[in-house]
């Protein structure tokens, strides 16, 4: 049985974890802590796919190693029994003695769950699974939907006015684009998008707006740029098309092929930034897995409705100047 105390250094590894949002794909997140009499003495977690994994990265955090036959680790995720690209950590733990180890929850493949957990008590460890368990399933979500669904992690990203419209120029023939975002929700626009591994819009939005779809206003990695122009209608002078970073252009409508395709190419998560109809196709067809919807205070009055993602119970709300609604689908 978990303790508050199992719970209080659970939650750091989940704050460890998090660090490695933009670099470990497609491997999980994962963070791991150690402790010795009420202290912690080392502190890891999973800064880059390929390389050491948390619990790794905790030990050799420690300045006294010959504490860890007396210490307890914690970690967000069962430690791996498997070679992969490194050695299994349950081995790591067990060649260390360190005699108690706390999880958050079990690795949720058939093939690899639980032999982790079974190799250390079969070393005779005192092993403790369940703590915090769902924050600790919802850290690796992007990694089980990209594995059990077989398609990226998806989010649906847009900003709408108070009155319920997504853009006033595109139905009224306007030159100038209406901007309901700030400066501090371009800021999460862009943090988005070093969290994903790949960026989507329609034809119309690439025509309209002609989006960089890069990151400029956050520190992190440039998503792949991914366009549907079904009847090639976009011009090659586009900024989507300037170099810059990889675009793959899709002359698909079908949702489940692109899926599928961006599957096989590994992207583990597709930020979807496209206008109301793509959107739509995606709540309709039921492929999704969070919607950010950015709320403005600015009134339309008229122009393109934003979409309906119907009475869906929203997760949480962000204030950035302008509130996000936060929606996500539990699996």
């Known amino acids: 049985m978990s303790s508050k105390e199992d719970e209080l250094y659970m939650r750091r590894c989940i704050q460890l974890a998090l660090n490695g949002r933009c670099n470990t794909p497609p491997n999980p997140m994962v963070g791991a802590v150690i402790v010795h009499q009420g202290r912690i003495i080392g502190e890891g977690y999973h800064v880059r796919c390929?390389?050491?994994?948390?619990?790794?990265?905790?030990?050799?955090?420690?300045?006294?190693?010959?504490?860890?036959?007396?210490?307890?680790?914690?970690?967000?995720?069962?430690?791996?029994a498997h070679h992969g690209k490194t050695p299994p950590c349950a081995d790591?733990?067990?060649?260390?003695?360190?005699?108690?180890?706390?999880?958050g929850c079990s690795d949720p493949f058939a093939q690899v769950s639980g032999r982790g957990?079974?190799?250390?008590k079969d070393a005779g460890r005192e092993v403790i699974v369940g703590v915090l368990e769902e924050k600790c399933?919802?850290?690796?979500?992007?990694?089980?939907?990209?594995?059990?669904?077989?398609?990226?992690?998806?989010?649906?990203?847009?900003?709408?006015?108070?009155?319920?419209?997504?853009?006033?120029?595109?139905?009224?023939?306007?030159?100038?684009?209406?901007?309901?975002?700030?400066?501090?929700?371009?800021?999460?626009?862009?943090q988005l998008r070093t969290e994903h591994t790949a960026i989507l819009v329609g034809t119309n939005t690439a025509l309209l707006d002609n989006p960089s779809l890069n990151v400029r206003q956050w520190y992190g990695p440039q998503p792949v740029r991914v366009?549907?122009?079904?009847?090639?209608?976009?011009?090659?002078?586009?900024?989507?098309?300037?170099?810059?970073?990889?675009?793959?252009?899709?002359?698909?409508?079908?949702?489940?092929?692109?899926?599928?395709?961006?599957?096989?190419?590994?992207?583990?998560?597709?930020?979807?930034?496209?206008?109301s109809h793509l959107h739509q196709s995606f709540i309709d067809a039921g492929l999704w897995d969070e919607i950010q919807?950015?709320?403005?205070?600015?009134?339309?009055?008229?122009?393109?409705p934003a979409p309906s993602v119907g009475h869906l119970p929203y997760v949480r709300g962000m204030h950035f100047g302008h509130n996000f609604r936060l929606y996500q689908r539990m699996h």
């Not at 790591?92 to 999880?103: F, G, N, Y």
């Not at 006015?161 to 862009?190: C, K, Q, W």
């Open 137 to 190: 399933q919802a850290l690796i979500r992007r990694f089980v939907t990209f594995h059990t669904q077989k398609r990226p992690y998806l989010t649906l990203k847009w900003a709408e006015s108070a009155d319920g419209y997504i853009d006033f120029r595109r139905h009224t023939g306007e030159s100038s684009p209406v901007h309901l975002s700030n400066s501090l929700t371009l800021m999460r626009v862009h």
């Open 117 to 120: 957990i079974q190799k250390l």
């Open 227 to 275: 366009v549907i122009d079904q009847h090639h209608r976009l011009p090659g002078n586009l900024k989507l098309f300037d170099g810059s970073q990889p675009t793959l252009i899709y002359d698909t409508a079908n949702l489940n092929e692109l899926l599928a395709d961006l599957h096989l190419r590994g992207f583990q998560s597709l930020l979807v930034e496209g206008g």
């Open 92 to 103: 790591l733990l067990i060649e260390k003695q360190i005699p108690r180890i706390v999880i």
């Open 50 to 80: 390929g390389e050491a994994h948390a619990e790794v990265n905790a030990i050799r955090s420690v300045r006294q190693p010959e504490l860890l036959s007396h210490s307890t680790i914690y970690v967000s995720l069962e430690p791996c």
């Open 293 to 304: 919807i950015e709320e403005s205070p600015l009134i339309l009055g008229d122009g393109v």
